[in-house]
DNA sequence: AACGTTTACGTCACGCGTAACTATT
DNA sequence: AATAGTTACGCGTGACGTAAACGTT
């Protein structure tokens, strides 16, 4: 997944010019982030992590797992017992996301 | 941006096989999403909408134009005036997304 | 027979790497 | 001289459309 200079180059023109927007400031000798530049770069980050994501819990669930589990429990007094089963839970299935909350 | 029904069965297996899932059943004539299919096509939706919404605030702010304006005023008395301005602004500016909140 | 989907196949464009070049420190 | 970036160029592959085949209603 190495990316040699030159088609990096081009990606970053290829993507100024299709938003027409630029992303990089090349007054100096550093290339440097434009303020759009900074906001596309976080933004598209958070994209790219919510597709990564999705393969995953795609794929999880392909697995007959459910990708999230939430549980609400009434009363604050004796969780303990939950407490035991989440633990127990999450040694069978990892990478099941449990969402605890109470009240 | 039309596409052909065998580009669009090329590219479902594709991602089917990618992802190591199945996105459609197709056990009868009309082939029907599955579960996670309707999981990936929802959140798919949701993550292309994203994108989207990245390049328009891209060039937006390329505009020269904040992307979003967000004000908290603090008492709820006489907002009047600064409603009267959100309209005129909006009225110059109606991309930009205004976050109105009190207290 | 009509519809919905897949398979086979040829084509073209796009993204990449190699290499050479330019400019800044 | 070394670093950072761009430009020129050729190549491979991947996504597409055309066309044909297949299976279901």
Redesign the pocket.
Known sequence: ??????????????LEEDLGVEL?E?S?????LTAIGHLVLEQGRKILTAAEELTTQARQAADGWEVQLRICIESILSCDAIYDLIEEFQKIQPKTEIRLSEK
Chains 1, 2 share one sequence.
């Open positions: 997944m190495h990316r040699v200079p030159s088609a990096i180059s081009y990606t970053i023109n290829k990089f090349r100096r000798h550093k290339a440097e």
